[in-house]
Nanobody
Framework: QVQLVESGGGSVQAGGSLRLSCAAS????????MAWFRQAPGKEREGVAA???????SYADSVKGRVTISLDNAKKILYLQMNTLKPEDTAMYYC?????????????????WGKGTLVTISS
């Protein structure tokens, strides 16, 4: 069983930066998919970024160039470095994982989810 715990959310002004962390407990073996999703108030949850066991990463168009996803395999911590934050980045951010990359990074393919960390960007 894999458990995911997010941290690092907070309130910052537009243009600022945040680094989100997701600590994973339990065994995740390659191939795997780990990803960040977000859900803004009144909107559907959407994918932000994903990383596979081979290190390949993908990003939503809305965050490309501003966000970097990375994974510390030794510590089993997934990171999301977010720069040049915008008010529209305000959302609850969720970490998710799957043992297969087949459906990476579709929400329906993710097996494990964290409870989320709130990011609020003020203008």
């Amino acid at each position: 069983q894999v458990q995911l715990v997010e941290s690092g959310g907070g309130s910052v002004q537009a243009g600022g930066s945040l680094r989100l962390s997701c600590a994973a407990s339990g065994y995740i073996y390659s191939p795997y998919c780990m990803a960040w999703f977000r859900q803004a108030p009144g909107k559907e949850r959407e994918g932000v970024a994903a990383i596979e066991g081979d290190g390949s990463a993908s990003y939503a168009d809305s965050v490309k160039g501003r966000v970097t996803i990375s994974l510390d395999n030794a510590k089993k911590i997934l990171y999301l470095q977010m720069n040049t934050l915008k008010p529209e980045d305000t959302a609850m951010y969720y970490c998710a994982a799957a043992r297969s990359v087949r459906y990476c990074p579709q929400q329906s393919g993710m097996e494990y989810w964290g409870k989320g960390t709130l990011v609020t960007i003020s203008s």
